[in-house]
């Protein structure tokens, strides 16, 4: 076996796509990190919450599974915070994006169901549909012609169908057209089920995402939020109906068999999301600079992650060190994350970044040649 994988390593290194982890962060510019409200380096904010915190008994560790004795009390203040800000019957917490990717789609089909899905969809929910037993077809990315044209045809084939996307794509930072998803999920009687892992407390007046800025929060079956980024947490929800959360109690086995998130986790997640509900003018102050930022590179993105496209893993990849050289942090993005001949760096932009910040990296660009 060692030399089989010596043999597959050697080939990854020969392909420039060799993965290693990478050393923590310095002080450069960080361009790589999911931090987009800039919370990871708010100290204030973390010292205030940790002075609350003093206050109350709270144990480090939660032991055992939700379903055992790890389901404190501060899961259920969390869940009900989210399930009233958005409006829906339930919430449901999972450990992360990852656990409720693989955990909810999966538990809801059948072989008798179809779920349909966006070609750029994250790794994470590739996983939980190949787990599920129902059928599987993917569209080309935002073509909602071929998404209505294949439900058209197949629709009735299935008991019921689940069409899954992403509010903002995570690798090219472009927006799901919500409102056209909505109209063909109830023309063609489908669930809809939107990823808003890189939205959730970004955009909408409230941070709720996508779905919240386009007034149809309702209209969404299933929402999914993650704590791991602009809340700097660790952590994911689901909102849904009650009937769903039930089910997913009974069956969701990334729920059923983890040990619970640790209640610190779950408090502190819950004081950033109170936080960020407020910081309406920080998320269009970065709205506004990734606009900028986007139109000064003559880059096509219409959110906070903007692709700069390389084309080679090695050329990706010398692009990152030179950029490194002049304090700058853009991890590569290569083949297969991204389709060969795309790699790219994958350009993250957080609110705590300035305009002094961000021409200094433009600058950098231009005058690199790999």
Not at 239 to 260: H, M, P
Request: aromatic letters at 8%.
């Amino acid at each position: 076996m060692k030399e089989r994988l010596h043999n597959k390593i050697q080939q990854l290194i020969e392909n420039d796509n060799c993965r290693v982890l990478p050393e923590p962060p310095n002080k450069a510019i960080e361009l790589s990190s999911n931090d987009y409200m800039g919370i990871g380096q708010n100290i204030s904010l973390q010292r205030s919450f940790f002075e609350q915190l003093s206050k109350d008994d709270f144990v480090m560790g939660a032991c055992s599974s939700r379903l055992l004795t790890g389901n404190h009390l501060a899961f259920k203040s969390l869940e009900n915070l989210l399930q009233s800000l958005y409006k829906k019957e339930e919430c449901m917490l999972y450990n992360s994006g990852y656990h409720a990717n693989i955990g909810i789609l999966p538990t809801l089909t059948t072989k008798r169901d179809l779920i349909i899905s966006d070609q750029f969809i994250h790794a994470s929910i590739l996983d939980g549909i190949k787990l599920s037993e129902a059928q599987k077809w993917r569209f080309r990315h935002n073509n909602y012609t071929q998404l209505s044209q294949y439900l058209e045809n197949h629709r009735k084939e299935y008991d019921q169908v689940i069409i899954v996307v992403e509010s903002i794509y995570s690798m090219d930072g472009d927006h799901a057209n919500l409102k056209e998803l909505v109209e063909i999920k109830n023309r063609f009687h489908c669930l809809l089920y939107v990823d808003e892992a890189h939205a959730f407390g970004v955009t909408g007046k409230y941070g709720l995402g996508n779905a919240e800025e386009e007034g149809i929060i309702q209209e969404i079956d299933f929402i999914i939020g993650t704590f791991g980024k602009a809340i700097s947490s660790q952590g994911a929800f689901v909102v849904c109906d009650k009937i769903f959360k039930t089910w997913l109690t009974q069956k969701s086995r990334s729920l059923i068999y983890t040990t619970a998130l640790p209640e610190i986790n779950i408090r502190w997640s819950q004081y950033v999301i109170e936080y960020l509900y407020t910081k309406e003018d920080q998320r269009k102050r970065l709205q506004n600079l990734a606009r900028d930022f986007a139109k000064r590179l003559n880059v096509v993105s219409d959110s906070h992650i903007i692709p700069y496209l390389i084309g080679s893993n090695e050329h990706a990849m010398l692009f990152s060190e030179r950029l490194a050289k002049y304090g700058i942090s853009s991890l590569p993005i290569r083949h297969p994350t991204v389709p060969k001949g795309t790699a790219r760096l994958r350009l993250s932009l957080t609110s705590t970044l300035t305009e002094q910040d961000l021409s200094k990296v433009i600058d950098t660009l231009k005058t690199i040649q790999v």
